[in-house]
């Protein structure tokens, strides 16, 4: 099985900060790579697929980028919406892995 | 509207049995797969289980296999997930997603319905 290791599992940050998300794959899964966002009480929101491609409607401080086993979120500068649980998943073999989440916390 | 909608969670006991359904509005439902992701209370995404738009791959979870069964009707647009010989720790929020290509894989969730195993 592909183990999916995201750091960090808690941050706090102020709105406009730059923040960065990371996910290492046990081995190699290409770009087969999704980034979402979920918030209490709510089903997750897609944020970036194949590793780096930004979805419809998303905000452009929004970015990913990696490739192989190492993948970053970055968020530009914070907005007071952004603060909520990331998730990165692997969908390039069964069975299909989660990152353990990062909680975004306002400082 | 792109939609799916979860149904059938609800409260049963250590042991018991219930099945979730999904329901797709909005897309050709028999071109894509679709996957059960539960959500236990407090705690991370945990991906359950897969099948092909025919049906003819299906995949699980070792934590549910050979209690839990995926199917579909693609003819009623519909996902089900019979799970059985249910425990404590199968009690989670229960959502559905679809997976066609890589530009739309996990783009659209359900809801989610409620499961809660307990005596």
């Given at each position: ?35 979402f ?32 086993t ?11 919406e ?16 989660f ?9 | ?28 439902f ?34 549910v ?5 995926i ?5 009623k ?43």
């Open positions: 099985d592909i183990q999916m290791t995201q750091s960090p599992s808690a941050m706090s940050a102020s709105v406009g900060d730059r923040v960065t998300i990371t996910c290492r794959a046990s081995q190699g899964i290409s770009n087969y790579l999704a980034w966002q979920q918030k209490p009480g709510k089903a997750p929101k897609r944020l970036i697929y194949a590793a780096s491609s930004l979805q419809s409607g998303v905000p452009s401080r929004f970015s990913g980028s990696g490739s192989g190492e993948f970053t979120l970055t968020i530009s500068s914070l907005q007071p952004d603060f909520a649980t990331y998730y990165c998943l692997q969908h390039n073999s069964y069975p299909y892995t990152g353990q989440g990062t909680k975004l916390e306002i400082k | 509207e792109v939609q799916l909608v979860e149904s059938g969670g609800g409260l049963v006991k250590p042991g018991g049995s219930l099945r979730l359904s999904c329901a797709a509005s909005g897309f050709t028999s071109s894509y797969s679709m996957n059960w992701v539960r959500q236990a209370p407090g705690k991370g995404l945990e991906w359950v289980s897969s099948i092909s738009s025919s049906s003819s791959y299906i995949y699980y979870a070792d934590s296999k050979g209690r839990f069964t199917s579909r009707d693609n003819a647009n519909s996902l089900y997930l019979q799970m059985n010989s249910l425990r404590a720790e199968d009690t989670a929020v229960y959502y559905c997603a679809r997976v066609g290509t890589i530009r739309n894989a996990f783009d659209i969730w359900g809801q989610g319905t409620m499961v809660t195993v307990s005596s």
